[in-house]
Structures are given as C-alpha cells and as structure tokens.
C-alpha cells in the first residue's frame, strides 16, 4: 500500500477507511492475536470505522489470560512455601486459579512481588541470600528470551538461590490450531507486532503455505492497525494468501537472531496447556536438561494438577473466538475490572477488559 505514503496521518485514515468501503467484500472475519491489539482497537473505536461486512475478533494473544488455571495454582503453591519470594509481573496477581489468586495468597502472608523485570527478580535474589526467589514466568517469545538472559547471568554470577516456574508459551502452534479449526471460521490473521519483532515475518510462512490464510504484521498505531486491515482485505479480495509486513520499522524477515539463539540455548519447546485452547504440543517452553538447576517445579516438587475453570466464566470461549464478551452472563455484572472473575477481565490486554472500558 506505497500510495499511502504521498499523504500525511490523518488523511490516510479518511484514504484507508475509503478504501476498505470500495472493495465490497463479502462478510471476513479477521482475528488481532496481539492483546495491545485488542485494547487500541476498542480505545479508539477502529470497529466503527470498518465496513459491516468486515469484523474483528480477539484471539489468544493476552499472554496472562491463557495461563491455565493449572499453571496458576502452581504459583500460587510456590508463594506459600516457606522462606520463598515469588515475583512476578503484576497482572498476574489477581488471575483466579482453583486455590484462589496470588494476590489472596499475599493477603495470606505468602510474600509475593510485583517486578517490572526478571533482572528484578534476580536482584531480589542477589539481595535476599537467605530466601529461594521464585520467578513465575508467563508470555510469549517477547518476554522469554528476558528470563533466559536473567537465568544465564544467575549462572555466571552463581546466585543460586533463584528459579523459575516457567509457563512460557510460543505463538505459531496455537495460530495453527486456530486455522485448523473449522467452529473459528477466520478469513485472516493480524499478527502480534510485538511478537514478530523476536520471531520474524518468517515465522508466519507454514501457515500461510498449510492452510492459505492471510498474514499481516502490524504496528499499535491506530493508522498501523488499519493499514493492517486493508491489507488483509486486499489479499482477500485478490485471492491471495501471503505474509506481509505494515511494520516494518520494528519487523524484519529474520526477527532478532541474537534473542531466538539465547531463548533456544536456556529453552526447548513442550507441551503447554492454553486456557481455551486446551493442550497444545510444542507450544510451550520448558529448561532445557543443562539448566534444570534452575527449574523451580524440580528444586521444590511443584507439579502441575488439573485446570477448573471459573463458574459460569466464558474466558476460554472468548480467547477462542467463539464467543465474544458479551455473550457471558457475567459480563458487566457479577464480572468487572474491580472485581474480576475471569482472567479476561483481570489483564489490561483481556477482550473482556477492553470491551468493558471501552465498548
């Protein structure tokens, strides 16, 4: 779309939802995986914009809301061990699992901290050489190559009193099972922006040849996630199938090398259970045998039980795409942003989140 570029912003807003009018599609449905996609897209209102013959419907891409209730509980095992800092990003404190959330256990006199980054958590593990700091790790390839880095300078710097529960999870198994699955009905992807940024638009590229949807990358900008949708209902359009990039000051073919080769070095893939999606192999991220030192589920005996789910909670429908927030009983009403039941409702990327704040 080089024509865009002759004009300034806000025409090519006017220019792209002109477009987007003209090509008289027959009804898509087009899916944003990334969280940050589905907050921009309801805080500026970009649904409004788009033809009635064109939706968008969120995915999986909020990395706390497909942390299975499972995962949860073993966090929530390993703050109320003895003489243990468990630490981790704080959007995850008040997700339920099936023996309350981390942030119940924090009332309950488990010392839990909210850190900004591993490099955090590994200080609180420099700084407390008396107590076993436990890392609960959650997100995609954006935020695991960050704990691979804090685990190879525990190792350098022989601090051993830290360890992570790793709940890691990478994006192309899921997106695959998606496009796979006939009940999603989906006409194109718009992929992660953040996520390409580390796995690169190459990583898209079986997909697209396997199944034949429509790949685009795009940026967070509502200009960029517009221009993203105007390409997908281009390639529809002209029948085609194809991995493009609309972010290409972040997004190169190849992503960043140097990070995937330090995720691959600490990390090899497994199974993961995603809430919604159900389990999914290769699709998480476990320590590979050389650094299971540091693996707090084997330095303490924390397995994994069996995932329950929240009564009456449609957060693993929504996180699918079969339905839409909305469409829960608990939506609005027994389930808000101050007293969540759901997962979806509790991250500040959640499609429930983000329906409820902004309509």
Same mark, same amino acid.
């Given at each position: 779309m080089e024509w865009l570029h002759a004009y300034?912003? @806000? &025409?090519?807003?006017?220019?792209?939802?002109?477009?987007l009018a003209t090509l008289e599609l027959p009804p898509v449905? %087009?899916?944003?995986?990334?969280?940050?996609?589905?907050?921009?897209?309801?805080r500026h209102g970009l649904r409004s914009l788009l033809p009635e013959t064109i939706a968008l419907t969120s995915g999986p891409g909020c990395?706390?809301?497909?942390?299975? $209730?499972?995962?949860?509980?073993?966090?929530?095992?390993?703050?109320? +061990?003895?003489?243990?800092?468990?630490?981790?990003?704080?959007?995850? +404190?008040?997700? #339920?699992g099936s023996r309350g959330s981390l942030q119940e256990a924090r009332s309950g006199g488990a010392d839990v901290r909210p850190v900004y980054s591993t490099l955090d958590a590994?200080?609180?593990?420099?700084?407390? !050489?008396?107590?076993?700091?436990? %890392?609960?790790?959650? $997100?995609? /390839?954006?935020?695991? #190559?960050?704990v691979a880095a804090a685990l190879a300078m525990a190792h350098r710097q022989q601090i051993g009193n830290f360890s992570v529960l790793s709940a890691h999870k990478i994006?192309?198994?899921a997106l695959e099972l998606l496009a796979s699955d006939p009940e999603i009905s989906i006409d194109g992807?718009?992929?992660?922006?953040?996520?390409?940024?580390?796995?690169?638009?190459?990583?898209?590229?079986?997909?697209?040849?396997?199944?034949?949807? #429509?790949?685009?990358?795009? $940026?967070? &900008?509502?200009?960029?996630?517009? /221009? $993203?949708?105007?390409? +997908?209902?281009?390639?529809?359009? &002209?029948?085609?199938? /194809?991995? &493009?990039? @609309?972010?290409r000051r972040a997004v190169s073919e190849e992503g960043n090398r140097r990070a995937? /080769?330090? +995720?691959a070095e600490v990390f090899a893939p497994c199974g993961a259970e995603w809430r919604g999606l159900g389990s999914i192999e290769g699709s998480g991220l476990e320590l590979r045998g050389e650094w299971a030192a540091y693996d707090a589920g084997l330095r303490f005996g924390l397995g994994l039980g069996k995932s329950v789910e929240p009564a009456g909670c449609l957060c693993g429908a929504v996180l699918r795409s079969v339905r839409q927030p909305t469409d829960c009983r608990l939506?609005?009403?027994?389930?808000?942003?101050?007293?969540?039941?759901? !997962?979806?409702?509790?991250?500040?990327e959640g499609a429930c989140a983000a329906r409820y704040l902004y309509g």
């Open positions: 300034r912003d @806000a &025409e090519r807003v006017g220019r792209l939802v002109d477009f449905r %087009f899916m944003e995986v990334c969280g940050t996609h589905t907050v921009a897209i309801s990395p706390v809301c497909v942390t299975a $209730g499972a995962e949860i509980d073993r966090f929530v095992k390993a703050a109320e +061990l003895d003489g243990v800092i468990l630490a981790t990003f704080g959007d995850l +404190l008040r997700v #339920p590994l200080a609180l593990a420099r700084d407390n !050489p008396g107590r076993q700091v436990v %890392f609960a790790g959650v $997100g995609f /390839e954006t935020t695991a #190559p960050t994006m192309p198994p992807l718009l992929c992660p922006g953040h996520v390409s940024v580390l796995i690169g638009a190459a990583a898209y590229r079986p997909l697209v040849e396997k199944y034949r949807i #429509p790949c685009v990358i795009a $940026g967070f &900008e509502p200009l960029d996630i517009l /221009e $993203g949708v105007a390409m +997908l209902a281009l390639q529809v359009k &002209e029948n085609r199938a /194809e991995v &493009e990039i @609309a972010y995937m /080769e330090l +995720l939506f609005g009403a027994a389930c808000t942003p101050a007293r969540p039941v759901g !997962p979806c409702m509790v991250s500040s």
